[in-house]
């Protein structure tokens, strides 16, 4: 399997992440109960736990979705936490061996695609949910949607997806992604 490439995506999350207003913090998500401050310190903290898991340093623990714990900083933090995440997974041996990240050992080959998916699928949750254009590289959805794909109805992980949202074969990539976490690709904010 080729490398994969999590530039395009922290890039794109930062630019959505540097757009998102305070008055936005409180906003829901596409994640039922999450704020738009939840996701972005899941974010904050998925992307250190999974820059230090191709360090082959894995950290204790999970990345919260709880409002509190979004670094004071993160309109800065967010971004260079992204593309400190996208540079450590640019060395080949970040793609070699075991690793672990959020408490959960895993093949790193299987890290950078959890990696991937969660940077893609949560920075469309804050575009989708602070009004704001998204677009993801389709060889990135591609990759992450046969990650998802990859569980079937019976043991999909109920921390990571929710059920499958019928979405047509020929939409775009993202949509077919977030269709396969669980997601509605049309999904908007409440009125």
């Known amino acids: 399997m080729p490398m994969l490439d999590l530039e395009p995506a922290a890039t794109a999350v930062a630019r959505v992440v540097a757009g998102v207003r305070d008055d936005q913090l409180t906003a829901p998500t596409p994640c039922e109960g999450t704020t738009v401050a939840g996701v972005l310190g899941h ?15 894995p950290v204790d623990g999970s990345a919260s979705t709880d409002p509190a714990h979004l670094p004071a900083d993160w309109r800065t933090y967010i971004p260079e936490q992204l ?15 075991m690793t672990a990240a959020g408490g959960v050992e895993m093949p790193a080959e299987v890290a950078v695609v959890v990696a991937l998916d969660e940077v893609v699928v949560h920075g469309w949750d804050v575009a989708v949910a602070t009004g704001q254009p998204y677009t993801v590289d389709d060889e990135g959805a591609e990759a992450c949607r046969a990650f998802a794909d990859s569980f079937g109805d019976d043991d999909r992980p109920p921390d990571l997806y929710g059920p499958r949202v019928p979405v047509p074969d020929d939409a ?20």
């Open 43 to 57: 974010l904050a903290g998925l992307a250190y736990a999974f820059r230090m898991a191709a360090e082959k340093t």
């Open 83 to 97: 593309d400190a995440l996208a540079a450590a997974w640019r060395d080949p041996a970040a793609h070699e061996g």
């Open 172 to 191: 775009p990539a993202l949509d077919r992604l977030l269709g396969a976490t669980g997601r509605d690709p049309g999904w908007t904010p409440p009125a």
